[in-house]
Each structure stands twice: as C-alpha cells, then as structure tokens.
C-alpha cells in the first residue's frame, strides 16, 4: 500500500527508529536534494565536516560512545570513495556506521551517458563498498525501498558492522511502498551449538589450573561488559582486555588485570594470559597490533576463541553463536567458585611532584604530567590516534581510551574526539601524532561552531617517529614542521608550545578551565618513543 513517506523520509524515520539523533557528512551536487531533507528534520541534527575522512571517523566516534549505529553522508565517487578508508576501519574493529550515498538518478542512467564522479560504470561504488561492508544496498525502486533500508539496518545491529545504502538523487521525492506483510531479514542462530559450546567452554574452565578471560571488542560493542564481569566473578578468574578494547573493564574491580599487549602492555597481564593453560577469548581479534605478540606465544590447545558468531576450541567449531547468547547461556550454569591466588597489580606511575623544570620533555613526562592532571583535577575520557601517541595510554589512568588500535589509520583521533563529544556531551583529551594530525587535523577548526571544548595534544617530532623504528637510515620520515599552537589560536582555540616540563605543566593547569578548545603542542626529540612502543616493537620483529 502507499504510505505518506516519501524515499528520502521514510530512509530518516528508519534511523531514529533505531536511536540515531545526529548524522554526520558533506553535501555534494548527487545528495543535495536529501542533505535538504536532513535538515528540515526537527529530530535530526546534521554536523558538516571539512573532508570525508573527517566525518566517517566522527561518526565512528559517535558509534563507540554509544555503541549504537551512526550515521555519515556523503554525495557520488569523490564523497563516497574519500570515505571507504573510514568504513573499511569500521569493518576491520566492528563499529556499526551507516554510510549514505548519493548517486545518479535512476532515469539519468537509463541515458547511457557518463556523468561527473563516474569511475568505471554506476554500479563501482556499490561494489567497492560491498568489501567493506556486511550489506550494501541500492535504492532503485520506491517499491523494493522499505525492504533494502530494514535488510542494511538490521544487519548493522546484528552484526555490529558497517553498511552501505546508495540513495539515487530522483529516488528522494519519490513516494515509498511500505507492503503489508513485512518480512524481517533472519539470522540463522544453532541453539543446540550454544549449549554444547558453553558447556565445553565450563569443563575445560573447571579442568584448568591456570584460566584466564580475555575480553575483546565484541564485548564492548555488544555491550557484555557486565556480563563478563558476571562470569569472571561467578568463576573467579583473572580478566585482561585486549588492546583494542582498551580497559572496558573498571581498574578498580579486583579480578582485572590491564591490557594484553605483549610485551607493550601490563607486564601483570602479560604473564597472566601467556602462562593460561585455558584462555578464554570473548569477542577477540586476533592480529598483531591488537595483541601485541606472535600468535605462537598463545598455545593454541589452550585457547577458546569466541568471536563473529563461531566458537573455536581446539579441532570443534561452533557455527551461528551470538556472543550474546553464548553469554547467556554460560550464565545460566550452575558454576563452581574457584579458589584461586591472584598476583599483585600493576600500578600506575603517577607524579605527585609537579615536575616544574625545564627539563627536556620526553614521552615519560608526557605520562607522567597526564597521570598528575588526572590525579589532581578528575580523569578524562581519551581518544588517541595511532602511533606513539596510542602506546603511552598503556601507562595512564584514564576511565576510557578510544583508539584505532588493530586498523591502525592514522588521522582517526581529531575527528573521532569530535564525534565522541558531540554524542556525550564529555570533554575528551585527545592525543595525536604530528603526523596524522597533517592528516585530519583540520577538522578541529570547527569545535567553536559546535561548542566543544577538547584538550589536544600533539606529539611533535617532525616526523613518521613509528615508522622510523622500521628503517632507522631512512629520509622519508621527514615531516614539514606545523606552527600547531599558532594555528589552533587561527580556528578559535588556545595553542600552547612546550619545550620544557615547567611549560607543559603550566599548559594542563590554564587548559583545564577553558571554554574554548585547547591544543597543547608537545615539543620532542626526533628519536624520542616510549618504552611502550620500542617492546611492541621488539617483539613484532620476534
């Protein structure tokens, strides 16, 4: 039957059916029509961006505030293309975006001719963004429209991925075709693999010597978190978290141990989950930059791994097992306490001294001064860009640290801070590399016109200082150095320049009362990295 909806409408009424309230993006000639739609939505608010890369890594932000679905829109080839690298960093860490794109209108394609931001043919960017993806859909009928929005819409939330939904620009005003018997999109779940895994899983806890959990960033997109901790408790095991899911577990619970990096991370930890004759990973991925190690540090035999709806153990698989009703049921089982001793914890290094000199700083002091601001005048969520900037968290105190620490883009922290404070309303520090703040760093300019507030630092080495690491006698690392506090000064914030302790110091105690937002321009040796970073290092290179 027909519905008052039109295309464009009923693609905003879906959304806030499912809690969005902000959309995120740049308009463009092939999405103008429906940018306008967007804005006249008094339940929408719509925040613009200086470059596509911006707005999907803001809306990831939003997404891992919430760990709901948000929104970025962006018109036909030059807008759509520019953000794949943001929708590919959603798929690769499991964040639910919902990329809109404009396109060519139906009837204008039918002429045969090629218009402007065409690549190959019009069907290119459906297909390139069916790699990055869980589901991507094209708009090309009002009548097939109802379906294709609830099928990309339902599979985001199951799966806590991105999709992909192209709007072409004559498909906005059309009026849409809601049937009236609905057929929701169906995922196969195995009720009988949920038992048998969960009850596998408890024998070979109850059997061990050694067990350990280590939560992952399933945990948290799914919002597990309590119910691991449940688990945890109710067995009386150890929990780490692994890198990407950053201490979603509060510091102060007894059975949490810090962050499973190797050899980069809590050295509690480290011994906790390699030395585990039975590891149980809830929602892990294992890589590298996520975990710090070689795979072979983990024995394989003693691993549970638990992740994209399939349990591993051993030489099983289980099929079609939601990590939540995996949880569920490993909950539901009567479960024997254990008795176990746990090792002592490892305690963060917080300067009480004020180090007012005028020292050199280095990224110790940048750990250290972060922890004493910290311990002085509240903790702060952070956010982190990739590098070393992203490695120092591993030393401080923070109740939140959102990063892109398995894809590993660099530019995603700027951004992705504004996203997160615009959705909480919290004000985040936010740590940044020279280098990838040369890539999206621009985007701070419009913290005044949103009314945000962040405190940026940026680590300035005047080069590639991670990439360094791979090739010391290499000249291509070198950066152009940036007047960072100057320009944050030019958009509407306060820059600070510290080349001393006492200046960076005296930067965190003027920042904390800003109303504006603050940059704090850190600078360092070229060969300064932290310790953090050169074990990580190490033990990559094995």
């Known amino acids: 039957m027909e519905h008052d909806f039109t295309v464009g409408e009923y693609l905003l009424q879906a959304i806030k059916d499912i809690g969005i309230r902000s959309v995120f993006g740049i308009p463009g000639d092939m999405v103008i029509r429906f940018f306008k739609v967007i804005e006249d939505d008094p339940d929408l608010d719509i925040y613009t961006f200086s470059h596509e890369p911006g707005v999907g890594f803001a809306a990831i932000g939003s997404a891992r505030a919430t760990q709901k679905p948000s929104v970025a829109v962006?018109?036909?080839?030059?807008?759509?293309?520019?953000?794949?690298?943001?929708?590919?960093?959603?798929?690769?860490?499991?964040?639910?975006?919902?990329?809109?794109?404009?396109?060519?209108?139906?009837?204008?394609?039918?002429?045969?001719?090629?218009?402007?931001?065409?690549?190959?043919?019009?069907?290119?960017?459906?297909?390139?963004?069916?790699?990055?993806?869980?589901?991507?859909?094209?708009?090309?009928?009002?009548?097939?429209?109802?379906?294709k929005i609830q099928k990309a819409l339902s599979a985001c939330q199951e799966f806590m991925l991105p999709v992909y939904i192209e709007l072409p620009r004559d498909m906005v005003d059309e009026k849409i075709l809601i049937p009236e018997e609905k057929e929701m999109p169906f995922y196969p779940t195995n009720n009988s693999a949920i038992k048998e895994a969960s009850e596998e899983i408890l024998f070979r806890i109850a059997e061990a010597k050694r067990p350990v959990i280590l939560a992952g960033v399933e945990t948290e997109r799914f919002k597990l978190n309590t119910s691991v901790i449940s688990l945890a408790e109710r067995l009386n095991i150890p929990l780490v978290t692994a890198f990407l899911a950053r201490d979603i577990i509060p510091h102060e619970h007894p059975l949490y141990f810090g962050t499973y990096v190797g050899l980069a991370g809590n050295k509690v930890a480290m011994k906790l989950v390699e030395e585990s004759d039975c590891l149980l990973m809830l929602g892990v991925i294992i890589a590298d930059a996520n975990l710090g190690i070689k795979i072979k540090k983990l024995k394989h035999d003693s691993m549970m791994l638990c992740v994209s709806r399939d349990v591993l153990i051993k030489n099983h698989v289980y099929h079609d097992v939601p990590l939540k009703l995996l949880m569920e049921e490993l909950l539901k089982n009567e479960i024997e306490k254990r008795k176990i001793l746990l090792p002592a914890k490892q305690e963060f290094d917080i300067n009480r001294s004020c180090k007012l000199t005028g020292a050199s700083i280095t990224t110790k002091?940048?750990?250290?001064?972060?922890?004493?601001?910290?311990?002085?005048?509240?903790?702060?969520?952070?956010?982190?860009?990739?590098?070393?900037?992203?490695?120092?968290?591993?030393?401080?105190?923070?109740?939140?640290?959102?990063?892109?620490?398995?894809?590993?883009?660099?530019?995603?922290?700027?951004?992705?801070?504004?996203?997160?404070s615009l959705t909480t309303g919290r004000r985040p520090l936010v740590l940044i590399g020279d280098g990838a703040f040369q890539m999206t760093g621009q985007e701070i300019c419009h913290c005044p016109r949103y009314g945000i507030n962040p405190i940026f630092i940026i680590f300035n080495n005047r080069r590639w200082g991670m990439q360094q690491l791979f090739d010391p006698t290499a000249g291509f690392n070198e950066l152009v150095n940036w007047p960072y506090s100057r320009i944050a000064e030019l958009w509407g914030g306060k820059g600070y320049l510290c080349d001393t302790c006492e200046k960076l110091y005296n930067a965190f105690e003027d920042a904390k009362d800003n109303k504006e937002f603050s940059l704090i321009e850190v600078v360092l040796e070229k060969e300064e990295l932290s310790e953090e970073l050169l074990g990580w290092v190490k033990e990559l290179r094995g």
């Open 74 to 147: 962006v018109t036909f080839g030059v807008g759509g293309l520019n953000m794949l690298n943001s929708a590919a960093c959603a798929y690769a860490e499991k964040t639910p975006l919902i990329v809109i794109s404009g396109a060519p209108g139906q009837k204008e394609k039918m002429k045969g001719d090629f218009l402007h931001h065409t690549v190959r043919d019009f069907t290119s960017q459906l297909k390139i963004y069916r790699e990055v993806t869980v589901e991507a859909v094209l708009l090309d009928s009002p009548k097939t429209a109802y379906m």
């Open 365 to 420: 002091e940048i750990i250290d001064a972060i922890n004493w601001f910290f311990s002085k005048y509240g903790e702060m969520p952070i956010v982190s860009d990739t590098g070393d900037c992203l490695f120092t968290t591993l030393s401080i105190n923070a109740p939140m640290v959102m990063a892109c620490a398995y894809y590993c883009s660099m530019g995603f922290g700027a951004p992705a801070a504004i996203g997160y």
